[in-house]
């Protein structure tokens, strides 16, 4: 294995394609906890940053529905999280080859989402990129694996292994030395666990994003929330907002959040599960639906499928809005994201 930072640059530039635009809200502090308004919150994990904003109601009863969020996030994380040495995702992985693993229903439905993106995407999504575990790419830790690791972890690679019995509430690789990557179908299902606690706490109005995947239910001040769109060409710059009110989702991939440059080539975290290798082809896509299974783990499908399989995936789903940007500097949007994104003033 060689570090990626030997022979080549580090790429210190991360954006997310979607953020929330929030106009004036501003952070909440225990000196405000009287105040009325929208109050927001951020806290770190998932690899990334997670803000709340939620609105209507007493300060104090919002803070408190929203750590209340955050803290059923994080229970989902330490289940799903391949990077936590005591989550059920590293205790399947484990036991591979060897016996089979109990699993809560809400582990089983996600790792039914990844089985049924895997079987409609003929294979581009793989939750069981896991084996590939050569690759690093967090800040200070970069580092890819040599071709001849790369081969080896293949041959651990294929989620036809992964058999799920929801009668007994087990998952089982059936294969030793495999392993679960969940990071491209689990974030979405937990911004969901938070948005339906602060549902569950009264909170009709929120918002929750974390690394570019966002959330929103009801409105902010009585308007629509709006969500910007990164030009994945310029990430200065804004292709425009969408608005989203009572409930919507508009998820992002990309090769621009985590990743280096080696040898004149982008690295990224998005791994091919055919080569091994990071995806080429494709910069970013956004997908705007009323429906968080209808988009949950597409994007990084797409991003493996590459732009040719963009206009016919939208085609065949639609009921989402797409974006996609080629890393030739090609631009696809479908008629739904075009009518959706509204131009930003100033």
Same mark, same amino acid.
């Given at each position: 294995?060689?570090?990626?930072?030997?022979?080549?640059?580090?790429?210190?530039?991360?954006?997310?394609?979607? +953020?929330?635009?929030?106009?004036?809200?501003? %952070?909440? #502090? *225990?000196?405000?906890?009287?105040?009325?308004? !929208?109050?927001?919150?951020?806290? /770190?994990?998932?690899?990334?940053?997670?803000?709340?904003?939620?609105?209507?109601?007493?300060?104090?009863? +919002?803070?408190?529905?929203?750590?209340?969020?955050?803290?059923? @996030?994080?229970?989902?994380?330490?289940?799903?999280?391949?990077?936590?040495?005591?989550?059920?995702?590293?205790?399947?992985?484990?036991?591979?080859?060897?016996?089979?693993?109990?699993? #809560?229903?809400?582990?089983?439905?996600?790792?039914? /989402?990844?089985? =049924?993106? %895997?079987?409609?995407?003929?294979? =581009?999504?793989?939750?069981?990129?896991?084996?590939?575990?050569?690759?690093?790419?967090? *800040? &200070?830790?970069?580092?890819?694996?040599?071709?001849?690791?790369?081969?080896?972890?293949?041959?651990?690679? &294929?989620?036809?292994?992964?058999?799920?019995?929801?009668?007994?509430?087990?998952?089982?690789?059936?294969?030793?030395? @495999?392993?679960?990557?969940?990071?491209?179908?689990?974030?979405?299902?937990?911004?969901?666990?938070?948005?339906?606690?602060?549902?569950?706490?009264?909170?009709?109005?929120?918002?929750?994003? &974390?690394?570019?995947?966002?959330?929103?239910?009801?409105?902010?001040?009585?308007? *629509?929330?709006?969500?910007?769109?990164?030009?994945?060409?310029?990430?200065?710059?804004? +292709?425009?907002?969408?608005?989203?009110?009572?409930?919507?989702?508009?998820?992002?991939?990309?090769?621009?959040?985590?990743?280096?440059?080696?040898?004149?080539?982008?690295?990224?975290?998005?791994?091919?599960?055919?080569?091994?290798?990071?995806?080429?082809?494709?910069?970013?896509?956004?997908?705007?639906?009323?429906?968080?299974? $209808?988009? /949950?783990?597409?994007?990084?499908?797409? @991003?493996?499928?590459?732009? =040719?399989?963009? *206009?016919?995936?939208?085609?065949?789903?639609?009921?989402?809005?797409?974006? =996609? $940007?080629? $890393?030739? &500097?090609?631009?696809?949007?479908?008629?739904? @994201?075009?009518?959706? +994104?509204? !131009?930003?003033?100033?």
């Amino acid at each position: 294995m060689n570090d990626a930072r030997q022979g080549g640059q580090l790429s210190r530039r991360r954006f997310a394609l979607a +953020l929330p635009l929030l106009g004036a809200v501003s %952070w909440a #502090s *225990p000196a405000l906890a009287q105040a009325k308004g !929208p109050q927001r919150a951020s806290r /770190n994990f998932m690899g990334t940053r997670v803000d709340i904003v939620a609105d209507g109601g007493d300060a104090r009863q +919002l803070q408190a529905a929203m750590d209340l969020a955050f803290a059923e @996030m994080q229970r989902l994380e330490g289940l799903l999280s391949r990077y936590q040495g005591d989550s059920v995702v590293r205790r399947i992985g484990d036991a591979s080859g060897r016996h089979a693993v109990a699993v #809560s229903p809400e582990v089983m439905a996600i790792l039914r /989402n990844a089985q =049924a993106v %895997w079987q409609g995407s003929a294979g =581009a999504f793989d939750p069981t990129v896991g084996a590939l575990s050569g690759w690093h790419f967090e *800040p &200070g830790q970069q580092a890819m694996p040599a071709a001849a690791d790369i081969s080896a972890a293949l041959r651990h690679v &294929g989620a036809r292994q992964l058999q799920l019995d929801e009668r007994a509430g087990t998952a089982y690789l059936a294969s030793p030395g @495999m392993a679960l990557d969940l990071g491209g179908i689990a974030k979405l299902p937990i911004l969901a666990a938070g948005l339906r606690v602060l549902e569950r706490e009264g909170v009709a109005n929120a918002l929750i994003n &974390g690394g570019g995947d966002v959330l929103a239910s009801g409105r902010l001040q009585g308007r *629509p929330w709006r969500v910007g769109v990164r030009d994945p060409r310029a990430p200065e710059k804004l +292709l425009g907002a969408i608005e989203v009110e009572g409930f919507g989702v508009v998820a992002s991939s990309g090769d621009y959040e985590r990743g280096f440059v080696h040898q004149g080539r982008r690295l990224h975290h998005v791994l091919d599960p055919h080569t091994g290798w990071p995806t080429q082809g494709v910069h970013g896509v956004a997908l705007l639906a009323r429906d968080v299974q $209808a988009v /949950n783990g597409w994007g990084t499908a797409l @991003m493996v499928q590459g732009m =040719a399989a963009v *206009p016919a995936w939208s085609a065949r789903h639609p009921g989402v809005a797409v974006l =996609a $940007a080629g $890393a030739d &500097g090609a631009l696809w949007q479908s008629s739904g @994201m075009a009518a959706a +994104l509204k !131009p930003v003033a100033g």
